[in-house]
């Protein structure tokens, strides 16, 4: 429903059946972000604050829809939504520290401003990057109808980020799915300096809607009633009738972007125009008029307001700031995990590597209930690989989802499952395609929990690697992206037997997962596997042969064709080390080893510049140098995309070199 908004008409108010003391809260948890924000106006002037994003002008929509919201609802705001958090009664000496980098703050002083979340508000802090939180409000919403509490999400965004492919993405994956969310659109007219004329080509955003079949309104942003009532009975719909809802508000923001910027790119006639559409100093007249709030009342208020700000902000100053412990960031990084060891003393059965990987993923599913898969094709067809097959008539549609072609807003929907108590597997195609997915995998999931002690319990699975003329878009084994981004895990197993068991424990794990799994590997290598449950620990390595003349190390296909190596030139006496995971990585067994052979080389499939292989060789030589009798060597593929041709493929991988490689330093 598309309702025009003249910006030249004065606000008018309407009690719409709302008590006095509903119209005089609404009023009093407007006036309460008001007032702090031209208190932190001051103190940025003042150099006391570093930097801020102003909601002046704005306020009515973070506080009615907040209040519209019941407070176990999760709202995901953005940078200028004071009033979300004040709403739900935040302590306000928390807020402060949390601007000025204090611990009493929600992030330890690792972010800033309103780059937070915590649970315990049920508020989800944005990232830089706005896109992916919308994503983030379909997995909570997923979560929520999958639990069948009749709650709703609400997620802030602006009228800029309705540009970014995750918005397009969130609204379809929420149509198809039923998902009940707000998608609030703050439309106040300019994506930092560049107006709405620039940005997009439709009349109003609410048009975007149409296309995904999303039910959409446009609410005047600066009256207060207006909000408040119409998210009311929106709100109390969708908990009856579960689906997404786009809403514009129409508003201004009487600031710039943020403090920095200045208003200079906007027309003074306009400025002067929305300063009369005042959302505050309307209704604080409207209340006056009707006989609801007195001037002597106001003033009290005013008072007090000013008086609490200036008692926790006195707090927030008198706090110590942060010392810096280098084990304290460190420590941080990942959600604690106690790992569990469960052994199988049962029957074994030989299967090939994609068969312990389904095997395992279907007794994950059965030993986690609040366990949900998504990804491309995996239900009824069960995957472009088969390892689904069967789950859905095992498990149901509503655990076993196929999703549209978007990855970023899936990766960023199982964010939005873990935050609501849930796991999540996401299948990529094929490991190409996380490139598509790659900004809420390394901004949002791998720096939660450093952020604000959120886990990220996602594992994303990843089909890769060359060897099967698959070309440049599907043969890439692309785990160098992820080895070097704090807070994410990698695991990329060789065998069967590892393949199952470490798929148990990512999955146990509340840390985000990268499992790569190796396609030409999916049918061609067996073993003999227990049949029941398992686990094995992330960050062990495995010996797989002994000797006192070198060191290989490597994982994924180059641990057969070292094998492959060995057995044909036997009088090599090689330690063969397969890393298995690649963050944690057990430096420990590579480091024991080469202090013992002298000689260590290291093979992989990834090319070689800036692949794993680069940081070990710089491990190896800082911490076991002394003990060296020849280079660390690197072997890996051409620098080059992948090839299809079988012969060119065969050239650009490693294998063929890595024996030539490995003569030359047993000869060094």
Same mark, same amino acid.
């Given at each position: 429903?598309?309702?025009?908004?003249?910006?030249?008409?004065?606000?008018?108010?309407?009690?719409?059946?709302?008590?006095?003391?509903?119209?005089?809260?609404?009023?009093?948890?407007?006036?309460?972000?008001?007032?702090?924000?031209?208190?932190?106006?001051?103190?940025?002037?003042?150099?006391?604050?570093?930097?801020?994003?102003?909601?002046?002008?704005?306020?009515?929509?973070?506080?009615?829809?907040?209040?519209?919201?019941?407070?176990?609802?999760?709202?995901?705001?953005?940078? /200028?939504?004071?009033?979300?958090?004040?709403? $739900?009664?935040?302590?306000?000496?928390?807020?402060?520290?949390?601007?000025?980098?204090?611990?009493? @703050?929600? &992030?330890?002083?690792?972010?800033?401003?309103?780059?937070? @979340?915590?649970?315990? !508000?049920?508020?989800?802090?944005?990232?830089?990057?706005?896109? =992916?939180?919308?994503?983030?409000?379909?997995?909570?919403?997923?979560?929520?109808?999958?639990?069948?509490?009749?709650?709703? &999400?609400?997620?802030?965004?602006?009228? @800029?980020?309705? *540009?970014?492919?995750d918005f397009h993405e969130a609204l379809n994956i929420a149509a198809v799915w039923d998902l009940p969310v707000l998608f609030c659109v703050e439309n106040n007219g300019y994506g930092l300096s560049t107006p709405t004329n620039e940005q997009y080509r439709c009349q109003d955003i609410v048009d975007k809607g149409i296309g995904y079949g999303i039910e959409a309104h446009i609410i005047d942003g600066n009256n207060i009633i207006e909000v408040y009532s119409r998210v009311s009975e929106l709100v109390a719909d969708?908990?009856?009738? =579960?689906? =997404?809802?786009?809403?514009?508000?129409?508003?201004?923001?009487?600031?710039?972007?943020?403090?920095?910027?200045?208003?200079?790119?906007?027309?003074?006639?306009?400025?002067?125009?929305?300063?009369?559409?005042?959302?505050?100093?309307?209704?604080?007249?409207?209340?006056?008029?009707?006989?609801?709030?007195?001037?002597?009342?106001?003033?009290?208020?005013?008072?007090?307001?000013?008086?609490?700000?200036?008692?926790?902000?006195?707090?927030?100053?008198?706090?110590?700031?942060?010392?810096?412990?280098?084990?304290?960031?460190?420590?941080?990084?990942?959600?604690?995990?106690? !790992?569990?060891?469960?052994?199988?003393?049962?029957?074994?059965?030989?299967?090939?590597?994609?068969?312990?990987?389904?095997?395992?993923?279907?007794? +994950?599913? %059965?030993?986690?209930?609040?366990?949900?898969?998504?990804?491309?094709?995996?239900?009824?067809?069960?995957?472009?690989?088969?390892?689904?097959?069967?789950?859905? +008539?095992?498990? @149901?549609?509503?655990?076993? /989802?196929?999703?549209?072609?978007?990855? *970023?807003?899936?990766?960023?929907?199982?964010?939005?499952?873990?935050?609501?108590?849930?796991?999540?597997?996401?299948?990529?195609?094929?490991?190409?395609?996380?490139?598509?997915?790659?900004?809420?995998?390394?901004?949002?999931?791998?720096?939660?929990?450093?952020?604000?002690?959120?886990?990220?319990?996602?594992?994303?699975?990843?089909?890769?690697?060359?060897?099967?003329?698959?070309?440049?878009?599907?043969?890439?084994?692309?785990?160098?992206?992820?080895?070097? &981004?704090?807070?994410?895990?990698?695991?990329?197993?060789?065998?069967?037997?590892?393949?199952?068991?470490?798929?148990?424990? +990512?999955?146990?794990?509340?840390?985000?997962?990268?499992?790569?799994?190796?396609?030409?590997?999916?049918?061609?290598?067996?073993?003999?596997?227990?049949?029941?449950?398992?686990?094995?620990?992330?960050?062990?390595?495995?010996?797989?042969?002994?000797?006192?003349?070198?060191?290989?190390?490597?994982?994924?296909?180059?641990?057969?064709?070292?094998?492959?190596?060995?057995?044909?030139?036997?009088?090599?006496?090689?330690?063969?080390?397969?890393?298995?995971?690649?963050?944690?990585?057990?430096?420990?067994?590579?480091?024991?080893?080469?202090?013992?052979?002298?000689?260590?080389?290291?093979?992989?499939?990834?090319?070689?510049?800036?692949?794993?292989?680069?940081?070990?060789?710089?491990?190896?030589?800082?911490?076991?140098?002394?003990?060296?009798?020849?280079?660390?060597? $690197?072997?890996?593929?051409?620098?080059?995309?992948?090839?299809?041709?079988?012969?060119?493929?065969?050239?650009?991988? =490693?294998?063929?070199?890595?024996?030539?490689?490995?003569? %030359?330093?047993?000869?060094?």
């Amino acid at each position: 429903m598309n309702t025009t908004i003249d910006l030249h008409t004065p606000l008018v108010f309407d009690h719409k059946n709302h008590t006095d003391v509903q119209l005089l809260t609404l009023y009093k948890t407007m006036l309460l972000p008001r007032l702090i924000e031209e208190k932190m106006l001051i103190l940025l002037r003042q150099g006391k604050i570093s930097k801020w994003f102003s909601g002046i002008g704005q306020e009515a929509i973070s506080v009615g829809i907040t209040n519209a919201l019941e407070s176990d609802e999760y709202i995901l705001p953005m940078h /200028r939504n004071l009033g979300v958090f004040t709403t $739900r009664k935040i302590p306000l000496h928390r807020l402060f520290a949390q601007w000025q980098g204090k611990l009493s @703050g929600f &992030t330890k002083g690792r972010d800033r401003s309103f780059h937070f @979340g915590t649970q315990e !508000y049920h508020i989800i802090g944005m990232i830089s990057h706005l896109g =992916p939180q919308l994503g983030v409000a379909d997995g909570i919403a997923l979560a929520n109808k999958l639990k069948k509490n009749g709650k709703v &999400t609400a997620v802030f965004t602006g009228e @800029g980020a309705t *540009s970014e492919g995750d918005f397009h993405e969130a609204l379809n994956i929420a149509a198809v799915w039923d998902l009940p969310v707000l998608f609030c659109v703050e439309n106040n007219g300019y994506g930092l300096s560049t107006p709405t004329n620039e940005q997009y080509r439709c009349q109003d955003i609410v048009d975007k809607g149409i296309g995904y079949g999303i039910e959409a309104h446009i609410i005047d942003g600066n009256n207060i009633i207006e909000v408040y009532s119409r998210v009311s009975e929106l709100v109390a719909d969708i908990r009856k009738n =579960p689906r =997404p809802i786009l809403l514009e508000f129409k508003t201004f923001r009487m600031r710039g972007h943020e403090e920095a910027s200045g208003t200079k790119y906007v027309p003074q006639e306009l400025m002067d125009a929305w300063a009369l559409k005042d959302p505050l100093r309307n209704y604080q007249e409207f209340l006056l008029k009707e006989g609801i709030l007195s001037e002597s009342y106001d003033l009290e208020l005013h008072e007090q307001i000013k008086a609490e700000i200036d008692t926790h902000l006195q707090l927030a100053f008198e706090e110590e700031a942060i010392d810096a412990h280098e084990s304290n960031e460190l420590n941080d990084v990942y959600h604690p995990f106690n !790992y569990e060891e469960f052994t199988a003393d049962s029957e074994k059965e030989n299967i090939r590597l994609i068969d312990a990987i389904s095997q395992g993923l279907r007794q +994950s599913m %059965k030993r986690h209930e609040n366990l949900v898969i998504m990804g491309q094709d995996i239900a009824q067809y069960g995957g472009v690989f088969k390892i689904t097959e069967g789950f859905v +008539s095992q498990f @149901g549609n509503d655990r076993v /989802r196929n999703t549209p072609i978007c990855e *970023s807003g899936i990766v960023s929907t199982a964010m939005g499952l873990s935050i609501n108590g849930m796991k999540a597997v996401v299948e990529m195609q094929f490991a190409d395609f996380v490139s598509s997915g790659f900004n809420p995998i390394v901004n949002y999931l791998a720096k939660i929990h450093y952020r604000w002690n959120e886990k990220a319990d996602v594992v994303v699975r990843m089909p890769c690697g060359a060897g099967v003329q698959a070309g440049p878009f599907h043969s890439q084994t692309n785990e160098a992206w992820f080895t070097k &981004t704090p807070g994410l895990k990698v695991v990329y197993p060789a065998f069967p037997y590892d393949a199952k068991g470490l798929l148990a424990t +990512s999955i146990n794990d509340p840390n985000p997962v990268l499992f790569f799994e190796h396609k030409a590997l999916y049918r061609s290598i067996y073993q003999e596997v227990p049949k029941d449950y398992y686990t094995l620990p992330l960050g062990k390595a495995a010996l797989l042969s002994e000797g006192n003349q070198i060191t290989i190390i490597t994982y994924g296909a180059g641990v057969h064709w070292a094998l492959d190596t060995l057995k044909k030139f036997q009088d090599i006496k090689a330690d063969l080390i397969d890393l298995r995971t690649l963050q944690p990585l057990d430096t420990e067994t590579v480091f024991t080893s080469v202090r013992k052979t002298g000689k260590a080389i290291i093979l992989h499939e990834d090319s070689l510049f800036g692949g794993i292989g680069s940081d070990l060789s710089a491990l190896i030589m800082e911490q076991c140098f002394e003990h060296l009798d020849g280079p660390v060597i $690197r072997v890996g593929s051409l620098e080059t995309p992948i090839p299809f041709t079988k012969n060119l493929e065969d050239q650009y991988l =490693p294998k063929h070199r890595f024996e030539t490689a490995l003569q %030359k330093l047993m000869n060094y």
